[in-house]
Structure formats: structure tokens, C-alpha cells
């Protein structure tokens, strides 16, 4: 998502420094016309805006406050946005150091995958200060189709994206249900998708994962260790608030089982092989 929105901003004429822990990725950057960093400190001087795309909280705030994190060099006043998937409280407390540091902040999760962050059409859902939007404006059309201005204190976004990955993961876990128990019956699995795709059991993710399921294709657009780390926000945010999520807790068990029988960086889809292993299913493209 992080590479959509570079690529996004450069489209749209912005001069872009960017930092990754892999060289491959700095080389295509380059070839792209940004200009690579080895270190958030040295992308971090003088921008006006910096976009944090990282997998986890602890990533976020060694990006931001470690050795060479992107506050030693930080100019005041700089607008930080926060896209990566946090707990509501990590986001506040991460939000709350930065302003301490004279720095403005926007709580901006983002959603849409690769192919839309590729295209500067994420969904973004924002909290922050209206002046801090203010200035942060013309980099959010460039990335997103759609901005929710969700309330003026970061926390706001990282709640409606926790909800947001509830339903996510558990219609990742059901299209990986539904497409192995229709193997196990002997349906074709194409035509079963094409009927699925205009018919009232489709979901956003449907459409996308049972197409890699049909495919056998497992190639990463989304980890399934993303969803163990996603997942376990959502569950772990609703006991403290007193909330039942039990279709949540059951996904995040096949998302961990995954995870643990060396799937966590294929495709989160590849939750299916548990499945379809469990049950004596063949999967296209999966040895039994």
C-alpha cells in the first residue's frame, strides 16, 4: 500500500523521498523518479508531510522515535500520517508523542489493497484537526478516492479500521470455507466464483481472494500474518471494552493455525490449504 501511494504522489508531481529496509525496492523507487533513503531520519528532512506504511505498531514507532527515526530530523509543525493498522491505543499513544514533539498528526488507516493504492484510490478513514487536513489535503487526493473525516483526535480512524478488519478477516475465513466445501463437493470452483460474483453471498473479498483461490494462486498481496496481527487487535480491543466477537475470534484461530504451518507469508487466502487439508479437499495449485 505504502508503494501505491508513493508511486501516487510522484504521479501527481509531489517530489518524494522515500525509505525501505529493502534495496530492490529503493532501485525501483529511484526508477520511478523518487529519490531513495537508507534511513526515516534522512527521508524525514525538511517534508512537509510524512506517510508512516509500516506492518505494526512496534514498526511505527521505530520508524519514528528510534536511532534513526524521522523525529531527529522532523521540522516542527510537520504533518505525520499515520497509515499503518494500529490498536486505537497504540495510535493515540503514538499521536500524543509526536504532538509533544511539536509535530501534527492525522490517524489515517487506509483500505482498497494494492491495486488501488496503486491507482491513488485508497479509502482513508481520518481523525484529526481540521487545520492539520487543511494541510495535509492535497496529498490525501492524491492517493485516496475517499477521505472520512471520522473526528478531530487520532484513535477515531484506528477504530473504524479495527471494524473494518473484523469484517475483512472473517470474509476471508468464510470465502475460504465456502470455495473448499464446494471442492469437497466436486463444483467447479470457476464456475461456482462467476455465480458467487453476481449473487447475494459475494463480498468485496470474495470477488478478490476466491479468485486466487480459483487460480491456486498464493503470491502475497496480503499476508495471513497481517490478519493474525489484525485480528488479534480486534479481539484483544473488544474484551477490554466488555464485547463479544466470536466469528472474529474463530477467524483469527484459522488465520494463527495458518501461521504456524509456514503459511504466514503467502496470501491471507491461503487460509483454504487449512481447510482443505482438514477436510480431504484438493485445492487447484496445492499438493495434497
Known amino acids: 500500500m505504502g508503494w501505491g501511494a508513493a508511486l501516487s504522489l510522484l504521479k501527481a508531481g509531489f517530489a518524494v523521498r ?9 532501485a525501483r523507487f529511484a526508477e520511478n523518479g523518487g529519490t531513495p533513503c537508507t534511513t526515516p531520519a534522512s527521508a524525514a528532512e525538511d517534508a512537509d508531510v510524512i506517510l508512516v506504511y509500516v506492518v505494526n505498531s512496534k514498526q511505527v514507532e521505530d520508524v519514528l522515535f528510534g536511532q534513526d527515526g524521522a523525529l531527529k530530523t522532523a521540522r516542527p509543525s510537520t504533518v505525520f500520517l499515520l497509515c499503518t493498522t494500529m490498536a486505537p491505543s497504540a495510535t493515540i499513544a503514538i499521536a500524543e508523542r509526536l504532538e509533544a514533539a511539536g509535530m501534527l498528526v ?16 485508497i479509502t482513508v478513514m481520518a481523525s484529526g484537526m481540521p487545520e492539520v487536513f487543511d494541510k495535509a489535503s492535497a496529498v490525501l487526493e492524491a492517493i485516496s478516492a475517499k ?19 473484523l469484517l475483512a478477516g472473517v470474509h476471508i475465513a468464510a470465502t475460504a470455507e465456502a470455495m473448499t466445501l464446494a471442492a469437497k463437493a466436486g463444483i467447479d470452483l470457476k464456475t461456482l ?33 497481517i490478519f493474525v496481527k489484525d485480528l488479534g487487535i480486534v479481539t484483544s480491543e473488544a474484551d477490554k471494552a ?38 480431504g479437499a484438493s485445492l487447484p495449485g496445492v499438493k495434497g
Open 106 to 121: 492525522i490517524d489515517a488507516p487506509v483500505s482498497g489493497g494494492h491495486v488501488r493504492a496503486l491507482s491513488g484510490e
Open 242 to 279: 466488555g464485547a463479544i466477537t466470536p466469528l472474529a475470534a474463530t477467524a483469527l484461530n484459522l488465520f494463527v493455525e495458518a501461521s504456524e504451518a509456514g503459511l504466514g507469508l503467502e496470501d491471507d487466502a491461503a487460509v483454504a490449504k487449512i481447510l482443505a487439508a482438514r477436510s
Open 147 to 165: 477521505v472520512f473525516r471520522l473526528g478531530d483526535r487520532p484513535g477515531a480512524g484506528s477504530q473504524v479500521k479495527m471494524i473494518n478488519q
Open 193 to 225: 466464483y462467476d455465480v458467487i460474483c453476481v449473487s447475494a453471498g459475494s463480498s468485496w473479498m470474495f470477488e478478490n481472494r476466491g479468485e486466487h483461490i480459483v487460480s491456486g494462486d498464493y503470491t502475497p498481496r496480503s499476508a495471513v500474518n
Open 18 to 26: 522515500g525509505c525501505d529496509v529493502r534495496s530492490e525496492v529503493l
